[in-house]
């Protein structure tokens, strides 16, 4: 099993960072492009359906949902692993692509605050982030805390994915 795992988390790692490095070879914007970035998905949920159903295929359907559960996550856990530490070695090396992040998500605060969002104290969080942003992009780093937080985030939708595997899987036997 842990085999399993691992050959399908490389893999899907592998490839993963392939896909990225060619959206990121093809331009900087098409890498940043969220239809692109979520598009990654069909790599994710490919090796963790593949891993997840021989692993029921060696140990069949009777046990218990968590153990069903446990081989696509654990693949999911490798990939986004791979991923992000493409992600954060890429931003390492390119600062324009964190400037170009940086300035997405000010014209993204920009335009909330431009169509009026009603709220006086979410105004003055929105342009709190605006300054934020602005002493950010006079010396634009990629600190690792966020992405160690978006990869936590990740998981959860992860632990989502495998659910949905471990219940189709389950269920269709």
């Known amino acids: 099993m842990k085999n399993n795992i ?7 790692g592998i490839v993963v960072v392939f896909y990225f490095a060619l959206l ?50 654990a ?19 390119d600062l324009d692509l964190v400037r170009m992040e940086l300035l997405a998500e000010k014209q993204t605060y920009q335009t909330m605050l431009d169509a009026g969002v009603g709220d006086p104290q979410q105004a003055n969080q929105i342009r709190e982030g605006l300054m934020e942003l602005d002493k950010a992009l006079e010396n634009p780093v990629q600190p690792l ?4 937080t978006r990869m936590a985030m990740g998981a959860l939708g992860g632990f989502a994915l495998s659910a949905g595997i471990a219940a189709v899987l389950r269920s269709s036997e």
């Open 75 to 93: 693949v999911f856990i490798l990939i986004n692993l791979f991923y992000w530490m493409f992600y954060y070695g890429l931003h390492l090396y």
């Open 145 to 148: 805390g966020p992405v160690i």
């Open 6 to 12: 691992l050959q399908n988390g490389v893999l899907g």
């Open 24 to 73: 990121y070879t093809v331009g900087k914007e098409t890498f940043l492009n969220p239809w692109l970035q979520w598009a990654s998905m069909v790599f994710y949920l490919t090796f963790m359906y593949r891993a997840a159903k021989a692993d029921f295929d060696l140990n069949g359907k009777g046990r218990d949902f968590r153990e069903i559960l446990r081989t696509p996550f």
